[in-house]
């Protein structure tokens, strides 16, 4: 079957620090990845995708990148964080039948 | 661009009742997925149910059905005896081609079961 697992679970870091977020798949070969971030008390908003390999889509301009190394690897990184990068962030996978499963996410606070 | 909306901020439903979540949705496309998500206090998204545009047979799983009117571009999500469990925020979801498959979330309900 398949997982997604990401880390870190919780994460503190100050202004201006740099951010290396990860997710990785098990079970499943060359999927669509997706990373998300969700504000206090609303909905999810897309900020990358992935189909494969080095091929990454950004949908929100932002300081924040994302980098597909390997198939199953997703990676979130920010040179300098900004206190507006607070939030909770989730990796997904993408099943055949367009169905979207989610890691456990992550807790961003940027003090 | 799609959007979705979710017209309940918050409902609450008591043990064992029913309770309907609205969604409405606006695309321009004709084949396109739905989906309810579910989002307990642990805030892991947890996939309800799914709902392709070219079935006319609403889905079912166990307790949750959904009520998909597609010319109305309406997709209801009800629960059946109502556990206190399902106390969750709840997203409703839109993904088409056009969005090149990326899921356009409602803003959500927070739905509390008492006892």
């Known amino acids: 079957s398949q997982t997604i697992h990401q880390w870190p679970a919780t994460l503190v870091q100050p202004v201006g620090s740099p951010l290396s977020l990860e997710c990785t798949v098990e079970?499943?070969?060359?999927?669509?990845l997706y990373w998300y971030r969700q504000a206090a008390g609303r909905g999810l908003q897309l900020l990358f995708y992935?189909?494969?390999?080095?091929?990454i889509s950004s949908e929100v301009p932002q300081n924040l990148s994302a980098s597909r190394p390997q198939d199953r690897q997703f990676i979130l990184s920010s040179k300098k964080l900004l206190l507006s990068d607070s939030g909770f962030y989730l990796c997904?996978?993408?099943?055949?039948?367009?169905?979207?499963?989610f890691g456990p996410g992550t807790r961003l606070t940027v003090t | 661009a799609q959007t979705v909306t979710q017209s309940q901020p918050e409902m609450s439903v008591q043990e064992a009742e029913t309770v309907t979540l609205s969604c409405t949705y606006d695309?321009?496309?004709?084949?396109?997925?739905l989906f309810w998500y579910k989002q307990p206090p642990s805030r892991q998204m947890i996939l309800v149910i799914r709902?392709?545009?070219?079935?006319?047979q609403n889905a079912t799983e166990n307790r949750f059905s959904v009520n998909f009117q597609k010319a109305a571009k309406s997709f209801s999500l009800k629960i059946s005896d109502s556990q206190l469990g399902d106390t969750a925020m709840y997203f409703c979801?839109?993904?088409?081609?056009?969005?090149?498959?990326?899921?356009?979330f409602g803003k959500g309900t927070s739905l509390l079961v008492t006892p």
């Open positions: 997904a996978w993408e099943s055949s039948s367009y169905e979207q499963y």
């Open positions: 079970g499943t070969s060359n999927p669509n």
């Open positions: 992935s189909v494969g390999i080095g091929q």
């Open positions: 695309t321009s496309e004709n084949n396109y997925y």
């Open positions: 709902q392709e545009a070219y079935k006319q």
């Open positions: 979801a839109f993904t088409g081609s056009n969005s090149g498959y990326a899921l356009n």
